[in-house]
């Protein structure tokens, strides 16, 4: 891991205080295991913090928690409104950073990395949330062309009926 991306990793952290110290950690030790396999580095604290602003959900979804506005909850959270809260802007959903739309394929293609599987990558990312996240992470491996050329998702891209014992 680069030290550029250390520093990314702690200033992250930093900008999110209320969630306690252990989960404070779990979530540097997550995001660090996600840049590592990237040597994308342009992803800061402060770029996370914009791209939430102008988020079409998470700008909505902010202010109706600060202000308890349960009604303009946008629709795939409105299940979760009781498990968010804000700390410095940024989203958190069950103590897990919101991941912005804008940012959503940067995290999964890191995820991805060395061409890993949907449950190393959910492994990757369990400290990040965002609608849909098992669904594209199986996904993106299913539809990853190395992946496929290495016949790693045979079975799935298999009718059930015909898969190989
Ligand atoms: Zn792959």
């Not at 306690?20 to 342009?42: H, I, N, P, R």
């Not at 890993?116 to 539809?143: C, F, H, I, N």
């Amino acid at each position: 891991m680069s030290d550029n991306a250390r520093v990314v990793v702690k200033d992250v952290v930093a900008s999110q205080n209320g969630v306690g110290t252990t989960d404070g950690e779990k979530l540097a030790e997550s995001l660090a295991k996600v840049l590592q396999v990237t040597e994308q580095t342009d992803i800061t604290a402060a770029k996370w913090l914009k791209e939430t602003n102008s988020d079409p959900e998470l700008s909505i979804l902010r202010p109706a928690i600060i202000d308890g506005k349960e009604k303009e909850v946008p629709l795939n959270y409105k299940l979760l409104k009781d498990e968010i809260s804000i700390d410095m802007g940024l989203v958190f959903v069950s103590g897990k950073l919101a991941v912005p739309k804008s940012l959503k394929e940067w995290v999964i293609q890191a995820a991805h990395g060395d061409h890993l599987a949907p449950q190393k990558m959910e492994k990757l990312t369990e400290l990040v949330y965002w609608p849909g996240k098992s669904k594209d992470l199986k996904e993106k491996a299913r539809s990853c062309l190395t992946c496929v050329q290495a016949g790693k998702n045979l079975h799935t891209m298999l009718p059930t009926t015909e898969k190989i014992n």
